[in-house]
């Protein structure tokens, strides 16, 4: 049986964020995207110093899930200022849920999913929302099966290419 932690990343796991932020960016889009905008994105989403003031950021929370000690994914959360858009104070923002492909279709998202929706309850917000690009179709069935609802949408820029998210909530 394996052996499953989820723990809360802090700022000394910044190297290792980089490197799963990078890793798991690039398993789930790299067909999709040219070299030069992947590229482009990766050296200004997930560039060390930016990812630090992430971390240190008392309205984001960063999550490792582990398995047998090694890292296979992470979850971010956001709230009030953080979030990627504002949605108001009484939402949580699921902003990045990233498996390694070796660690995808195990559950371990579930757990991310339950850890986000037990910390809106007690943060007192009233719904969890999201974005997933409009052409991730198993992201967006897991998300529906989740009990998310799209209520919008927004445009998510990677290098030159500007792509479109819908933005999924779950009520709390």
């Not at 052996?3 to 964020?17: S, T």
């Not at 989403?45 to 000690?69: H, I, M, R, T």
């Not at 104070?89 to 850890?115: M, V």
């Not at 609802?149 to 779950?170: A, N, P, T, W, Y």
Request: aromatic share 12%.
């Amino acid at each position: 049986m394996k052996e499953i932690n989820i723990r809360q990343a802090g700022p000394l796991d910044v190297q290792q964020l980089v490197a799963i932020s990078r890793k798991t960016f690039i398993e789930t889009f790299q067909e999709y995207n040219t070299e030069e905008d992947l590229k482009t994105f990766l050296n200004e989403a997930y560039e060390p110093g930016k990812l630090l003031a992430e971390l240190q950021n008392d309205e984001s929370f960063f999550y490792f899930c582990e398995v047998d000690g090694q890292l296979a994914g992470y979850m971010k959360l956001n709230t009030m200022e953080a979030q990627s858009e504002q949605q108001g104070q009484d939402t949580l923002e699921i902003e990045r849920i990233y498996f390694l492909k070796e660690f995808q279709g195990q559950g371990l998202g579930s757990r991310f999913f339950d850890l986000a929706e037990t910390m809106a309850k007690q943060m007192r917000k009233q719904r969890i929302w999201l974005g997933v690009w409009e052409h991730n179709q198993q992201a967006l069935a897991v998300y529906k099966k989740k009990g998310f609802v799209s209520f919008s949408e927004h445009i998510f820029q990677v290098g030159d290419d500007k792509q479109r998210d819908i933005l999924m909530e779950k009520k709390i």
